[in-house]
C-alpha cells in the first residue's frame, strides 16, 4: 500500500484513490449494522492520511435518541486509537439514492478536519451513485470554539 501523507496529496484525490476500497470497506461494515426498528443499515469507513482504514456501522437503540450512527462509529473507532489524521469518510446505504452524512456527523467530521485539508466524504447508494464532496461543501458554516 502507498504511503500518502497530507502534503503529498488532497482528501480529496486521497478518497478517488482509495474509492473502491473505502466502498468496500463500507459495505462490509454494513453487513453489521443493530437497525432492528429502522431496518435501514448504513456502514461507513474512515480513511486515514496513512491508507488505514477503520469501520463502522449504525447502532440502533430502543430509546431511539441513543442511536448512534455509521459514520460516527468509524470515526471514533479511528480516533479511540489515537487516530486523528483523517483523510475520508465513506457512507453507503441501501436507499435507492444517495444518502449524506446527517447534521451530527457532520459536525463531528468537521472538527477532525485539518485547515487548507477539510476531509472528504464519499456517499454510495444501493443504485451505485456516489458523490464525493468536502466536509465544506456540505457543511460550510462549522460550529467551533476556537
Do not use: W
Not at 468496500?24 to 448504513?42: C, D, G, L, M
Not at 471514533?76 to 489524521?85: K, L, N, V, Y
Amino acid at each position: 500500500m502507498t504511503d500518502f501523507t497530507q502534503q503529498e496529496a488532497s482528501y480529496r484525490e486521497l478518497a478517488n484513490s482509495f474509492r473502491e476500497e473505502l466502498l468496500t470497506a463500507a459495505r462490509e461494515a454494513q453487513i453489521s449494522a443493530y437497525a432492528p426498528y429502522s431496518n435501514f443499515s448504513v456502514g461507513a469507513a474512515v480513511l486515514l492520511s496513512d491508507g488505514t482504514i477503520y469501520r463502522g456501522c449504525n447502532i440502533e437503540n430502543a430509546s431511539f435518541g441513543l442511536t448512534i450512527c455509521a459514520e460516527r462509529v468509524a470515526l471514533f473507532h479511528a480516533i479511540s486509537d489515537g487516530r486523528i489524521d483523517i483523510a475520508a469518510v465513506a457512507v453507503v446505504t441501501s436507499a435507492p439514492k444517495l444518502c449524506k452524512p446527517c447534521g451530527a456527523c457532520r459536525q463531528v467530521i468537521a472538527e477532525f478536519s485539518q485547515a487548507g485539508n477539510p476531509i472528504a466524504v464519499l456517499s454510495a447508494s444501493l443504485s451505485g451513485e456516489t458523490s464525493l464532496e468536502t466536509i465544506l461543501d456540505l457543511l460550510p458554516d462549522t460550529f467551533t470554539l476556537l
